[in-house]
């Protein structure tokens, strides 16, 4: 997705200079991308503290192998998959999640509380979407999703990667992304049903 | 197609993913079928809702939070002479202070030790001593003259009532070193009855008499004189005891040397023991008139006087009124001053 054909982006320009040894190029890179991250980190995490914890990892880890990194894919795609690597492992490090997580495919008993939408008159949600109450509202229903299938979603639904992309970052079969995509989409539908 | 077919494929139609048959397909189920429609149009506008949500902007913390940990890993490891003595003002007094303690610590310790460090050993010593040092380590007589019962005996407790401090015998010290020992010490004890000719007058008497194992000894004629027999009595005399007894011994002048030696073989052997400092009451013009100062149990007066008349001749106005004891079994411990004249 942040292929613009030949022409180098401006990214590419920043990981240059970073290369370089410029002032401020790593600067340059963290402000470039600290939104997206953090934004991913903080859905995938559904926790402030801990999203802001992770991204500064993030860039950390960025910072010590951007050395070695050869560019196969866009700096974001790069950064993007440490940050899934990271909070997939923060997310298995905490003991409480399992019980919050979703059990799903099809058919399975919630044993969860039903989603709480919020009142009717707030009108349809593509209005809503633009609330930021609906989008904690959402925040809260893709923290309901198993961990391994939320950054599928993530990924494909928030960042916009292909499924080929994706499968490339997971290391998985584009198959098994569609596969586990549309079981991810389908369990948010479910929570979200009250609501859409 | 059936409805879970087209439901399984409804995010790849809404990815717009699908083969165009299979679009064409999933498109012509949902014209036809009710609830897969709602379930497309549920999923559809969930993607909106996902797709729609806003970015957000990263707090202003997190730049700063990623320079303070590159800026905490940059940070190159301190190097130990910076540890070891930065903040110099605090470090470099404290480790002086510290070297010297220890400083004085270890001198302290290696001034106590430095005499033993420097004073040679007994074997050593001996290799050395001189021909009139006649004294021999007791280790090397062990071989050849047995005399641990002896020994055992000297450092047996004297008898029971008589509970008086006693000193250890030291079967490895040359004679040598006991007599510079004894004179740096400024004592009197009683010692081998070997060293009395070679010490220098006495001036005091008040020191206790300690029994001491005399170590094989050779005369200052070379000739060689036998430690006491394992069959001699223990010493019983351990407390002071004036030296009141006086007894004169009168020998040729060819029994002269090691006169000493022999008197105080013979009171050793009866279980008494040598004044370590005997007293030279002065030089006659024929020789040497010496003083032997001996301590004995009583019931070994005798024999000792005995022994004292195989070596000269006792004359009757030498002995003092005191010097024949009365027979009889006595625990006493009597002294003996044994004048040598040299007829």
């Not at chain 2, 806003?54 to 590159?70: F, H, M, S, W, Y």
Request: hydrophobic share 40%; charged share 25%; with cysteine.
């Amino acid at each position: 997705m942040d292929s613009n054909g030949g022409s180098p982006r401006p990214v590419d320009l920043l990981l240059q200079a970073f290369r370089q040894g410029k002032p401020g190029a790593f600067d340059a890179i963290v402000l470039a991308h600290q939104d997206r991250v953090y934004a991913f980190c903080s859905r995938m995490l559904s926790d402030r503290e801990e999203a802001l914890d992770i991204a500064q990892e993030v860039f950390l880890s960025a910072y010590r192998n951007l050395g070695g990194f050869r560019e196969e894919a866009a700096l974001a795609t790069w950064l993007l998959r440490i940050a899934a690597n990271r909070c997939l492992n923060r997310i298995r490090q905490r003991s409480s999640l399992a019980a919050r997580e979703v059990v799903f495919p099809d058919g399975a008993e919630r044993d969860y509380p039903l989603f709480q939408p919020p009142a009717p008159e707030e009108g349809r949600p593509d209005r809503i979407a633009e609330n930021r109450e609906m989008a904690k509202i959402l925040e809260r229903a893709l923290g309901r999703i198993d961990p391994d299938s939320r950054w599928l979603l993530l990924l494909s639904d928030v960042e916009g990667f292909t499924y080929e992309e994706i499968a490339a970052m997971a290391g998985i079969p584009v198959g098994t992304v569609k596969s586990r995509l549309h079981r991810a989409r389908m369990a948010l539908r479910k929570i979200l049903a009250p609501v859409v | 197609m059936d409805c879970e077919r087209g439901q399984n494929l409804l995010s790849e139609f809404l990815d717009g993913s699908l083969p165009e048959s299979e679009q064409a397909s999933v498109n012509a189920h949902l014209r036809e079928c009710l609830p897969c429609r709602a379930v497309k149009e549920g999923l559809e506008e969930t993607l909106l809702l996902l797709r729609g949500l806003p970015q957000g902007k990263a707090p202003t913390e997190l730049l700063d939070g990623v320079r303070r940990r590159i800026a905490r890993e940059e940070v190159p490891p301190t190097p130990f002479w910076k540890k070891l003595f930065l903040p110099a003002h605090i470090k470099i007094p404290l480790e002086a202070a510290a070297a010297i303690l220890l400083f004085l610590l270890v001198y302290g310790t290696w001034k106590e030790e430095l005499p033993n460090l420097f004073s040679p050993r007994p074997a050593a010593r001996m290799d050395a001593a001189p021909a009139k040092e006649f004294t021999k380590p007791a280790e090397h007589d062990a071989s050849k003259a047995p005399s641990p019962p002896r020994a055992q005996a000297a450092e047996e407790a004297v008898p029971g009532d008589r509970p008086v401090p006693r000193e250890k015998a030291e079967p490895g010290r040359t004679a040598q070193n006991e007599r510079d020992s004894g004179r740096s010490a400024g004592s009197a004890g009683t010692r081998t009855a070997a060293r009395v000719p070679s010490l220098p007058p006495a001036s005091s008497r008040s020191q206790p008499s300690l029994p001491v194992i005399p170590a094989q000894r050779v005369s200052t004629a070379g000739e060689r004189i036998e430690p006491p027999s394992a069959a001699a009595p223990p010493s019983r005399v351990a407390r002071p005891v004036p030296f009141g007894r006086e007894v004169t011994i009168e020998v040729a002048a060819q029994n002269r040397p090691g006169l000493e030696e022999r008197i105080a073989a013979a009171a050793v052997r009866l279980g008494g023991s040598v004044q370590d400092e005997p007293a030279k009451a002065g030089i006659d013009s024929e020789g040497a008139v010496d003083i032997v100062r001996v301590h004995l149990p009583a019931d070994s007066a005798r024999p000792f006087l005995a022994e004292l008349s195989k070596l000269g001749i006792l004359p009757a106005e030498g002995m003092s009124d005191r010097a024949v004891l009365t027979a009889g079994p006595s625990s006493e411990v009597v002294g003996y001053t044994v004048r040598i004249r040299v007829r």
